[in-house]
Nanobody, 126 residues
Framework: QVLLVESGGGSVQAGGSLRLSCAAS?????????MAWFRQGIGREREGVAA???????SYADSVKGRFTISKSDARNTVYLQMDSLKPEDTGMYYC???????????????????WGQGTQVTVSS
């Protein structure tokens, strides 16, 4: 069993920062998994935000490049999403995802991940 638990969401004003955490437990070692963050705003489709493959390669949505950074702590079996210069359009539920399949980096934000967390809400006010 794989368990992913997100934390760190909250409400901030535009221009602020948040750091999301995704603690992985069970039969998972984040070193061996592709890990990603997705988000879904009200009335919007879920979209991939950032991913880090088991190879260490990273991928970001164009809308967050230069503002968001994904990273992993192997010791803590945790994945982070540092979000800076937040905008109201970043508002949504943020989900952590994990998968072991080998994929090219250009598919990292679009292929169907197997394991998902429950999500953490991020609200950015103008």
């Amino acid at each position: 069993q794989v368990l992913l638990v997100e934390s760190g969401g909250g409400s901030v004003q535009a221009g602020g920062s948040l750091r999301l955490s995704c603690a992985a437990s069970g039969y998972i070692d984040v070193r061996d998994y592709n890990m990603a963050w997705f988000r879904q705003g009200i009335g919007r489709e879920r979209e991939g935000v950032a991913a880090v493959l088991d190879s260490g390669s990273t991928s970001y949505a164009d809308s967050v490049k230069g503002r968001f950074t994904i990273s992993k702590s192997d010791a803590r079996n945790t994945v982070y999403l540092q979000m800076d210069s937040l905008k109201p359009e970043d508002t949504g539920m943020y989900y952590c995802a994990a998968d072991q399949r080998i994929v090219p980096v250009w598919r990292a934000l679009t292929y169907p991940y197997k394991h998902w967390g429950q999500g953490t809400q991020v609200t950015v006010s103008s």
